[in-house]
């Protein structure tokens, strides 16, 4: 069983900053990645930001360039800064881990971003 430590999101000024971090705590066989997706009112789940086991990290096109995600190499915690955030960027944040077998998924934290 895996659970996950988040911080919380928060409503943030466009333009803003926002850094987000997740530690998973419990038993898993191995790592293959860490990262969030992501879901708005009305809209499908996706993928904003994924940073694998080997070094490769994956991002929205709508966020390159201004997220970054960055993970711990000692613990299993990833944390992803928000840059110039937009008001589309507004949705809930789900932190996940990836194993060979399986995804966990965190509860979800609230980003809004104000115009």
């Known amino acids: 069983q895996v659970r996950f430590v988040e911080s919380e999101g928060g409503l943030v000024q466009s333009g803003g900053t926002l850094t987000l971090s997740c530690t998973a705590i419990?038993?898993?066989?191995?790592?293959?990645?860490m990262g969030w997706y992501r879901q708005a009112p009305g809209k499908e789940r996706e993928l904003v930001a994924e940073a694998e086991s080997t070094g490769t990290t994956t991002y929205a096109d709508s966020v390159k360039g201004r997220f970054a995600i960055s993970r711990d190499s000692a613990k299993p915690t990833v944390h992803l800064l928000m840059n110039n955030l937009k008001p589309e960027d507004a949705a809930v944040y789900y932190c996940?881990?990836?194993?060979?077998?399986?995804?966990?998924w965190g509860r979800g934290t609230h980003v809004t971003v104000a115009p």
């Open positions: 419990g038993s898993f066989t191995s790592l293959n990645a």
């Open positions: 996940f881990l990836l194993t060979p077998v399986d995804r966990y």
